[in-house]
Structure formats: C-alpha cells, structure tokens
C-alpha cells in the first residue's frame, strides 16, 4: 500500500523497517525536527528520520500540523493509509481523514489500560504482570480508538522499562505489518474499547524518580525498574555541604527490617531498609560517572551500615 509513517524514537524504527520490507510504498516519513542534544549541542535528527534518509525516504519536519498548508500538502500525498507510531504530534481531523483507509496507531499498552505517553513505564511501575501492543484506528480522543489487532506479552521479573521497550517495539512491528496486510484485504474487524478499566499512563515527572524509602521494598523495585534506564530512579547522600545524586540500576527486595532509608549493610551489595522491608542493591550510578556494582561503587564512595539515605 501507498503510506506515510509518522514517528520520532528509536522504538519506531523497527516498525518502520518491517514496513519497508514487507514490500509497502512509504512515500513519506514524518518526525519532530531536530533537537540539540549532545555536549556540543548541535542539533540531531530523530532516530525515524536518520533511518528513513539512510533509506532514501522523504522526511519532513514540521513543528505542528494545525495549519493548513502542512494540511494540504498531507492530503496531497494521495495515501491509502497513514502509520503513526510514538510520533509527538497530535493529529488534527483533516489529517485523520486524508488517507483513505484512514490512520492506524501502535500503542504499547493493553488499552484502555495506560493511555497516554508512558505506557511502558507505567505497567512496570505499577507491578502489571503482562503488558502488550495494540494496533488501533486513530480518532481525536487520546489513545481511545478502536483496537485492530493485539498482541499480550507478559512482563518477566526484573523486567526494566529499557528490556521491556525493545521487545514491544518488535512485537509491534511484527503486529503492525500484519495489521496492515489485513487492512489491504478488508479482514480487519475494529473492536470499540471497552468503558471500564481505563487508566492514564501520565509522562514522568521529575520528582517522581526520587526514591521514596517509606515504601515498601517491593513497590520500589517496580518503581526502580519502570525507570531504568531513563530517567533513573534516585536517592541522595550528604557530603559535608554536597548534596550527592546517586541512581540504582538494579536491585531486588529482600527481608530485612530498620528504619525506611537507614544502609543496613554494604559490601558486595548496598542493602537499605525501606518501610517494609529493604532492597538490595547491585548496581549504581553517580551522576556524570559509569554504571558499576555495589562493591566498586564503594570503594569510590563509602556507604556504611548506620548511614541513612534520602
């Protein structure tokens, strides 16, 4: 089929690169303009748009998609449907009806469980026991479109949001290019959402990832894990007049008791007490500083049994 793909992160590129070898016409690819990042802070394409030039593909750019030349100049794309997959913009009506068979979205979650736009982080973190993807047929509501094909996957203890990302994102493109040979036989039946169980996967907040010891331990390793690799779950330390930033990468509850934040031991790994409970600790990161093991991680900067963290 003739299509535009519409996204921006590196969860899309493999939709998009199944889409390409299933043999679709992808006339134009669509991502949010470059952004500065790096130490020089130049300005770099998204990973979509670097894929899609490697592959010869139209990129366009825009900042927003309310006016009506980018309308106009969408319509005139003449498209027998639009893929949109963790793209940034919102959609406006004219867009959704220019394609002719409309515009189909890949959404990380099982829906209408964690709309919105962190669905990944936000299963992990509430302790979901399965996950998923869901190809759905876009509509101006956020996430509320009628599902065309779903794929359920269940999330494996110790499952970090970085771990589960990559596999959705192979899921989902595996998912997407089925959906589409579907669309282009008439086989796709469109299943209304159902009212209940609707949740919001909110985008998180900075202060969310400060690690809240009055926890119990187990709620914190699905709070640590739903935010490995980014943004990183945190606690700090004070040395002298220093306020110390330090993320954990990878711990584990275990059965211990003290007072929420007090170090409990410290050698191959850190142990803490939380409000019930404690975790384990086996990797950390000082801000600017590698990822290491609790036990390198000490010998740069001693944590004793006794001293509380907050």
């Not at 394609?99 to 469980?113: D, K, V």
């Not at 026991?129 to 869901?134: C, I, K, N, S, W």
């Not at 059965?255 to 790994?269: N, Q, S, V």
């Amino acid at each position: 089929m003739r299509l535009a793909f519409m996204g921006t992160p590196d969860f899309s590129v493999p939709v998009l690169a199944e889409i390409i070898a299933a043999g679709h016409e992808v006339v134009a690819v669509y991502s949010q303009p470059p952004r500065k990042a790096g130490r020089g802070m130049t300005e770099q394409p998204s990973p979509v748009h670097r894929f899609a030039e490697e592959h010869g593909i139209p990129v366009f750019t825009p900042a927003s998609l309310k006016g009506a030349e980018e309308q106009r100049a969408f319509a005139a794309l003449d498209l027998d449907v639009a893929v949109v997959v963790a793209y940034g913009l919102i959609l406006p009506q004219p867009l959704l009806e220019a394609p002719r068979l409309g515009c189909l979205n890949l959404h990380a979650s099982l829906l209408p469980r964690w709309r919105g736009a962190a669905p990944i982080q936000r299963a992990i973190m509430a302790g979901d026991a399965e996950t998923g993807v869901m190809v759905m047929q876009m509509e101006q509501g956020l996430d509320t479109g009628p599902v065309l094909l779903a794929e359920r996957v269940a999330i494996a203890p110790g499952e970090t949001a970085g771990s589960l990302h990559d596999r959705l994102s192979l899921v989902g493109a595996s998912a997407m290019v089925r959906a589409l040979a579907a669309l282009s036989r008439g086989a796709l039946e469109a299943r209304p959402q159902p009212a209940d169980g609707v949740t919001y996967a909110a985008k998180i907040g900075k202060a969310e990832a400060r690690i809240d010891w009055s926890r119990p331990a187990r709620e914190l390793d699905c709070h640590i894990r739903g935010l490995t690799p980014s943004p990183g779950a945190f606690f700090e330390v004070m040395r002298g007049s220093e306020r110390i930033r330090i993320k954990i990468l990878r711990a584990r509850p275990v059965d211990r008791t003290g007072k929420p934040g007090e170090i409990l031991a410290a050698g191959d790994t850190i142990t803490i007490a939380c409000g019930q409970g404690a975790l384990e600790i086996a990797e950390l990161q000082r801000a600017g500083k590698a990822p290491v093991g609790a036990r390198d991680f000490l010998r740069g900067f001693p944590l004793g049994p006794g001293e509380r963290v907050a």
